[in-house]
């Protein structure tokens, strides 16, 4: 903290501007998305006006704020190495970069068979017993 005399001579203290940041929170770096849709968080100082993300170098996209953070949903991707990078625009008009975060994707191949799980043969007995009731749930 910075000291300085006040106008009635007393030591009055001031606290320093805080310094803008941008950070990817997720995904982490060298995270493996297993999912074909994922939200990305990032971090960003109080200043932001505007944060937006750039996968793999594509345009820059905007994200939503909510609960603190700011978010960018994300689908359509193929199964490959990635990295983003976020930006803000900060309330004063200045631009801050974070670092680049890399990441890959690993989706299950389109001809892969799926073990079913145990809800899905909860769910097939529960319409077997519904249906034999004369109840259809679709």
Known sequence: MRKHKGAAGFIA???PAEQSYVVVDFP???EAILSPEY???VGAS???EKVEVSIDGADWKACRNAVGFWWFDWAGYASKAHKVSARITTKDGRTVF???RKFSVKLPSAGSA???TKISKVRKK???MLGDAGINIA
Request: hydrophobic share 25%.
């Open 28 to 30: 982490q770096e060298g």
């Open 13 to 15: 203290a001031e606290k």
């Open 114 to 116: 799926k073990k079913p």
């Open 126 to 128: 529960l319409s077997k």
């Open 98 to 100: 974070s670092d680049p």
């Open 46 to 48: 109080a200043d932001a």
């Open 39 to 41: 939200t990305l968080r």
